[in-house]
């Protein structure tokens, strides 16, 4: 295997498993996605255990033995550090999707700022983006380290699988380490474009049937994600023309005169 690479798939040996989560952690914190100690990474090694980073480390900086082994109630089994502090977050996801092996968790820039905005990443502006993710919405605020966290998932987990957290930044989660991982890089590439087309000051959307193409051409390629299409998700160009529209005091004002002078002209 080549160095610095990991393979997708979530049958490995355990081995296999820390070496993998290292690489992540690497590819984190060279992609800028964390600052410091933060962000955290963990996959289900079987049914009844958790592999985690630990806490307080540099995610880029990791050995294999840095590594914990917990249960699924978080107890630590193994290690010699203490398990990441967002452990009671990844626990969530394990019990609430039992197709998901794996969990990232990281602050990348954009993204974040996205979610401090409170902005949802739900505007079909990338056909990539809508084919691995659909939409990525903002769970509302949670102290970090607290159920407030969890339950602020929680109504989310089901039906994502990549979620902005409010003032915090970003979680995602798939079958194996390598699809949570892209989930992260797709999430913060979906938000700079997002970003450039607001600097930009247009935003041309697709329109609700390359959306409808979109998601059969998901099926062909195999694709799998939770997030299922909706009236809201992605906004399409149609569904956008239907929404909130912004008008000077000047067109309200005409507007208003005109269904006037239209009611006058009925009597
Ligand atoms: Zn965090």
């Known amino acids: 295997m080549m160095l610095d690479s990991i393979s997708p798939g979530a049958l490995k040996n355990e081995d296999e498993h820390r070496r993998d989560i290292c690489t992540v952690g690497r590819w984190l914190l060279d992609r800028g996605f ?13 049914p009844r255990r958790i592999l985690t ?37 990844h626990l969530l996801i394990y019990r609430r999707r039992p197709d998901v092996n794996a969990v990232c968790h990281a602050h990348p820039l ?5 979610a401090a905005a409170g902005l949802p990443l739900n505007k079909a ?28 998932i929680e109504p989310l987990v089901q039906s994502y699988d990549a979620l902005l957290m409010a003032n915090h930044g970003v979680v995602t989660y798939g079958p194996d ?58 906004v399409t160009a149609e569904t956008a023309s239907t929404g909130r529209i912004t008008l000077t005091r000047q067109e309200l004002e005409a507007l208003i005169e005109e269904a006037v002078q ?6």
Do not use: W
């Not at 949670?142 to 339950?151: F, I, N, S």
């Open 125 to 152: 502006l990338l056909s990539e983006a809508v084919l691995a993710l659909g939409c990525v919405p903002v769970a509302r605020y949670g102290t970090p380290g607290t159920p407030e966290l969890t339950e602020a």
């Open 177 to 234: 380490l390598l699809t949570a991982f892209f989930r992260m890089e797709t999430t913060e590439h979906f938000a700079r474009v997002a970003l450039v087309t607001e600097l930009l000051g247009k935003q041309v959307l697709l329109s609700s049937e390359d959306v409808e193409k979109l998601l059969a051409a998901r099926i062909r390629y195999g694709l799998q994600t939770a997030a299922t299409a909706t009236a809201e998700c992605p």
């Open 262 to 267: 239209h009611d006058r002209a009925r009597r």
């Open 34 to 46: 964390v600052a410091a100690t933060d962000g955290n990474i963990s996959l289900r090694l079987d």
């Open 110 to 114: 954009v993204a974040t700022g996205y």
């Open 53 to 89: 980073s630990p806490t307080n480390i540099c995610k880029g900086m990791m050995a294999l033995d840095d590594l914990v082994i917990t249960d699924l109630d978080g107890q630590k089994l193994s290690g010699r550090r203490n398990a990441s502090s967002e452990l009671a977050m």
